[in-house]
């Protein structure tokens, strides 16, 4: 895994082998991020990164300029990685160990941006899931975007506030935003 932008661009990270994770490709990442860059200033963004696994996500938001960075995951190896290699980059991202589902049905926070990397083997309805948590508990800020990495097995494209989609490789970035009033 390799940050592609910002101030560690093309710095590789090597997370151990024994982490239960399916980081986003290089190719998927650089296209999302150059969709985000054309919508959001990355040092305005407060950001929520679901599944975060390897911290691939938060370490590239960190790199671009992002300091204010939630990284969640239930897997203790992997929140011990985010957090050693944050600091060893002198990044500002809180680690949180929990089930995803529970920290989003618990936290007071908003965000800009929330990003979330389930397992691709998870029911559509699980996916939907993590979609309705974040709007019944708005966690979105104005303008804010909620981002879910998926399968081309999975179709999200029924939920309210879904958006658009965009497809990379055999990653699907589903976007949803708040509706219009």
């Known amino acids: 895994m390799r940050i592609i932008s910002g101030k560690y661009k093309g710095k590789r990270l090597v997370a151990p082998k024994k982490l239960p994770v399916r980081p986003t490709t290089d190719m998927a990442k650089e296209a999302l991020f150059n969709i985000l860059n054309n919508r959001f200033y990355f040092d305005e963004l407060k950001v929520l990164d679901l599944f975060s696994g390897t911290g691939n996500i938060s370490f590239e938001f960190a790199s671009r300029g992002t300091e204010k960075i ?40 908003k965000f800009d ?25 708005t966690l979105l800020l104005e303008d804010g975007l909620l981002i879910i990495e998926h399968s ?28 219009e009033k």
């Open 70 to 109: 939630t990284a969640v995951d239930a897997h203790q190896g992997c929140v011990r990685y985010i957090s050693k290699t944050a600091q060893a980059l002198d990044f500002t991202i809180k680690t949180v160990k929990s089930d995803v589902f529970t920290f989003l049905k618990n936290t007071p926070e």
């Open 113 to 137: 941006l929330v990003f979330a990397d389930p397992p691709y083997d998870f029911e559509t309805r699980q996916f939907l899931n993590i979609a309705n948590l974040v709007f019944e508990n």
């Open 152 to 179: 081309d097995q999975t179709n999200l494209s029924e939920h309210p506030q879904f958006s658009e989609q965009r497809k990379y490789g055999g990653s699907i970035f589903s976007f949803f935003e708040l509706e």
